[in-house]
């Protein structure tokens, strides 16, 4: 192994330090901010999932809500949910927990939101103001997962200005927005989204400078489709059951041989989860401080 590890869990530990002290000055004004999160059905990873977003909040001392409703939860229900949680002062932005039951219209339920509480960053008119927005100050919240992608990289000294990134897979939570952020111009790099309609993945892949794999196949991105001294972020999740131990785990899209290659890779489990899970945070925080005139 050559490459260096991008520490998703030590980045995410520093980054919540920074954010209980913005916390406090909050305090210190009177103001807390709340995060709210609406949880539909009983899949054992999104509880898991709703549970640390809770658990982070009291780290950082941001107050926490919950909507949980059952499996069977109507369209009209979960719409009301959603209600509640943009009219309570005590939520300040919150999060519809994805994916939601099959046969509820996601993307009505989540344009529901009000974009000033979407923690989450992937509303439409969030979306469309990084569109809109490319060379000004952000005053919206951003996607959680595309900014920990970024800070994890640029936290580890890495220059992404001039890189050539290509990014491996068109899912909204990445894939599609990670474009939006990378090419702003405080960021300034150059992005190649590709997808299973890419007619040849690794004549990309081999001339790039970084590699965002959000595919969620795993072992797709192999050492002989990467350029010596890349840097490659692991942002897929496939759930794999082990043959020795018969437990199930977490895998990404990188295959191990890639170590032998690549100057950085982010573990996975280990880099882009806990970055997404501290972004999260970082929203609230800053829609607060917008909110209060403080940014
Ligand atoms: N409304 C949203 N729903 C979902 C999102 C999201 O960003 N917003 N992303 C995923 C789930 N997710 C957060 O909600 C999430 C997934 C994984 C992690 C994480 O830290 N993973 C660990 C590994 C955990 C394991 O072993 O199972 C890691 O990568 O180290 C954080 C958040 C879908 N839904």
């Given at each position: 192994m050559t490459a260096q590890l991008l520490d998703g869990k030590a980045t995410a530990a520093g980054i919540k330090a920074e954010l209980t002290e913005r916390v406090a000055a909050l305090a210190a004004r009177g103001i807390r901010p709340g995060l709210g999160t609406l949880l539909v059905g009983d899949d054992p990873g999104s509880q898991w999932y709703v549970a640390g977003k809770h658990k982070d909040c009291a780290e950082v001392g941001i107050a926490s809500l919950r909507e949980d409703l059952p499996a069977d939860a109507t369209q009209e229900e979960i719409e009301a949910a959603v209600r509640r949680l943009n009219e309570d002062p005590a939520c300040t932005g919150f999060i519809v927990q994805l994916p939601l039951p099959a046969g509820i219209d996601t993307n009505r339920v989540l344009e529901l939101v009000d974009p000033d509480k979407d923690a989450d960053g992937l509303h439409p008119t969030n979306l469309g103001r990084l569109v809109l927005r490319v060379s000004e100050p952000v005053t919206s919240p951003l996607p959680c997962t595309p900014r920990g992608i970024i800070e994890l990289v640029e936290r580890?000294?890495?220059?992404?200005?001039g890189a050539d990134v290509v990014v491996v897979g068109r899912g909204v939570t990445v894939g599609r927005s990670i474009g939006l952020l990378l090419t702003r111009r405080e960021v300034n790099a150059t992005v190649t989204l590709t997808h299973t309609?890419?007619?040849?993945l690794a004549e990309h892949t081999r001339n790039a400078d970084v590699i965002i794999a959000a595919?969620?196949?795993?072992?797709?991105?192999t050492a002989d489709i990467v350029k010596p001294g890349a840097v490659v972020v692991d942002v897929g999740v496939s759930r794999v059951t082990d043959?020795?131990?018969g437990k199930s785990r977490v895998t990404g899209d990188v295959h191990p041989s890639v170590l032998d290659v690549a100057a950085w890779v982010s573990p996975n489990?280990?880099?882009v989860g806990p970055m997404t899970r501290a972004m999260l945070l970082s929203n609230v925080v800053d829609s607060a401080e917008r909110a209060a005139g403080m940014a």
């Open positions: 580890h000294g890495i220059d992404l200005a309609g890419t007619a040849d595919a969620g196949v795993q072992g797709v991105i043959p020795e131990t489990p280990g880099g």
